[in-house]
């Protein structure tokens, strides 16, 4: 089943602006990670950020974790047309017989207009 | 490219067919998994084998059969598969599971799965 819940489910830009996406979870994670999804592709991994960890950066990616109120948003800056894709939140539980199973969120379709 | 590789990328089928998906890395990786993914939903977990064992099946019906022949190949076989079966099947990969809890999963392209 689907812990993850993410909003909005689509958000519209124009190029150079800031995009905001948040997700929110409900068990006790280790991790949380960050999938982008070009359409008709697979998945490719963006960022990890682990349960100790209150804010990660990459490039023009920004992700905050707030463990106290399950949620996390994933900011990308300056955006450009070739960030259009479906994004997902997944995370991974605490030790236990979860193993290594990521569970998604709905995910948010962002298309950025030239 | 990514690097983890599947085929075929199509397939058709009918209800009383057997096919087999295949998904291979040459990553070193020990960890593989089958994810489900249907239109505009997130993936769903399917399997998971950790050095070539299966380690998780998330309830999947046994007209869905996994294998994991080495540590670079995962098959899925088919058989006899309803219309809802249709959707993307992807796989993926990842470091081994003493540490796999904080290692990404490296996801094929999938195969686009219909089900006549």
């Known amino acids: 089943s689907q812990q993850g819940e993410e909003d909005p489910q689509a958000l519209s830009i124009q190029e150079g602006e800031n995009a905001t996406m948040n997700c929110s979870y409900k068990?006790?994670?280790?991790?949380l990670q960050w999938y982008r999804q070009n359409s008709g592709r697979g998945l490719v991994h963006l960022i990890l950020?682990?349960?100790?960890?209150r804010e990660k950066h990459s490039g023009r990616l920004r992700v905050t974790l707030d463990t106290s109120k399950k949620s996390s948003s994933l900011l990308i800056t300056a955006s450009r047309a070739a960030d259009t894709a479906s994004y997902f939140c997944?995370?991974?539980?605490?030790?236990?017989?979860?193993?290594?199973?990521?569970?998604f969120g709905e995910g948010t379709q962002l298309t950025v207009n030239p | 490219d990514t690097e983890v590789t599947q085929t075929p990328k199509h397939l058709v089928m009918g209800m009383t067919n057997k096919k087999s998906l295949k998904c291979e890395q040459h990553?070193?990786?020990?960890?593989m998994y089958w994810y489900k993914q249907k239109a505009k939903k997130p993936p769903e977990l399917m399997f998971v084998?950790?050095?070539?064992?299966?380690?998780i099946n998330e309830s999947v019906p046994s007209r869905f059969s996994p294998e994991c022949p080495n540590s670079s190949l995962l098959n899925l076989h088919l058989h006899a598969l309803q219309p809802e079966d249709s959707a993307l099947y992807l796989c993926?990969?990842?470091?081994?599971?003493?540490?796999?809890?904080?290692?990404?999963?490296?996801f094929g392209d999938g195969t686009r799965l219909s089900i006549l």
């Open positions: 990553m070193g990786h020990r960890a």
């Open positions: 084998y950790s050095y070539e064992k299966l380690s």
């Open positions: 993926a990969s990842s470091h081994s599971r003493a540490n796999s809890l904080n290692q990404p999963q490296h």
């Open positions: 997944a995370t991974v539980p605490q030790l236990g017989t979860s193993g290594s199973r990521l569970t």
């Open positions: 068990t006790s994670i280790n991790n």
């Open positions: 950020i682990r349960s100790n960890e």
